[in-house]
């Protein structure tokens, strides 16, 4: 059973970068029929994707997070990692890594991380 | 980036009813969409994808419908468990996004 788990910090200043990673277990973020994305959820709010990688290095980002939102991907490590530049108390939510169906019309997520709280505040 | 629009913004209804959802796309998507299950404090969950195909493990009282820009999910004969917010999320041209959300509560 493929789970994921991120890690990173729960609080951020204002204006620093975020760097969250997620390890994947159970499976190989190798695999050909998958992206591997980040979405995130600020309390009492709706979801919003921020982007996905396929293992290759082909990235997809969400247009209005693009210029501030950076993902990778270390197959060595089975790890994929984000990081979201010049943050703000509207950055503060629960982000979670997630596994997206490439083999599927509408690429779904059908994994998802336990999901981490961030925090931005001086 | 397509808009997805859902409605009702809550849904508030008896268990043993059924749910009707509504998820509208601002442009046509043919069946490029998914609904998913939140529920307090959890990750949501992947119950329909490619618009009227459950996911593994989903039971049967879940069904999906729609094509182009109006997506149903029916949830029938409401169980306790099934009382949370429900999305739909669509890609196209790479983009994902998702819908506001419904939630589904007792009444």
């Known amino acids: 059973q493929v789970q994921l788990q991120e890690s990173g910090p729960r609080l951020v200043k204002p204006s620093e970068t975020l760097s969250l990673t997620c390890t994947v277990s159970g499976g190989s973020i190798g695999d050909d029929t998958n992206f591997w994305g980040w979405i995130r959820q600020p309390p009492g709010k709706g979801l919003e994707w921020i982007g996905n990688i396929h293992y290759s290095g082909n990235v997809h980002y969400n247009l209005a997070l693009k210029s501030r939102a950076t993902i990778s991907v270390d197959t060595s490590k089975n790890q994929f990692s984000l990081n979201l530049s010049s943050m703000t108390a509207a950055d503060s939510a629960t982000y979670y890594c997630?596994?997206?169906?490439?083999?599927?019309?509408?690429?779904?997520?059908?994994?998802w991380g336990q999901g981490t709280l961030v925090a931005v505040s001086s | 980036e397509v808009v997805l629009t859902q409605s009702p913004a809550t849904l508030s209804l008896s268990p043993g009813e059924t749910a009707t959802l509504s998820c509208r796309a601002a442009?046509?998507?043919?069946?490029?969409l998914a609904w998913y299950q939140q529920k307090p404090g959890q990750a949501p969950r992947l119950l329909i994808h490619s618009a009227s195909k459950r996911a593994t493990g989903i039971p049967a009282r879940f069904s999906g419908s729609g094509s182009g820009t109006d997506f149903t999910l029916t949830i029938s004969s409401l169980e306790p468990e099934d009382f949370a917010v429900y999305y739909c999320q669509q890609r196209y041209n790479w983009v994902l996004t998702f819908g506001g959300g419904t939630k589904v509560e007792i009444k």
């Open positions: 442009q046509p998507i043919f069946t490029y």
């Open positions: 997630a596994r997206h169906q490439a083999s599927v019309a509408g690429s779904p997520v059908d994994h």
